[in-house]
Nanobody
Framework: QVQLVESGGGLVQAGGSLRLSCAASGRTPSTYAMGWFRQAPGKEREFVAAISWSGGLIYYTDSVKGRFTISRDNAKNTVYLQMNSLKPEDTAVYYC?????????????????WGQGTQVTVSS
């Protein structure tokens, strides 16, 4: 069984930065893409960023391009999301998840049940 633990959220002023981390443990697939997603109050969960196993494929939703950077450390089974120039509309609970196929991540088709997530609140 695979567990995902997200961390790094918090309260930050608009224009500030946060770095989220997500560690996977347990019986992960031999290779897998990882992604970040978010859910704001009253809204559906949405895709934010995806990264392939090798890191050679990366994709962002339009609203975060140029501000967020996804990266991963396969030795640590960890994916990161560096969030800069944060805006109040970035306020949400952020989740990570994984799938064997990179393009499934973009479609929010993921392998695992959702974890607790980490709250990101951006004040204006």
């Amino acid at each position: 069984q695979v567990q995902l633990v997200e961390s790094g959220g918090g309260l930050v002023q608009a224009g500030g930065s946060l770095r989220l981390s997500c560690a996977a443990s347990g019986r992960t697939p031999s290779t897998y893409a990882m992604g970040w997603f978010r859910q704001a109050p009253g809204k559906e969960r949405e895709f934010v960023a995806a990264i392939s196993w090798s890191g050679g494929l990366i994709y962002y939703t339009d609203s975060v391009k140029g501000r967020f950077t996804i990266s991963r450390d396969n030795a640590k089974n960890t994916v990161y999301l560096q969030m800069n120039s944060l805006k109040p509309e970035d306020t949400a609970v952020y989740y990570c998840n994984l799938d064997r196929e990179f393009y499934n991540i973009r479609r929010v088709r993921v392998l695992l049940s959702w974890g607790q997530g980490t709250q990101v609140t951006v004040s204006s």
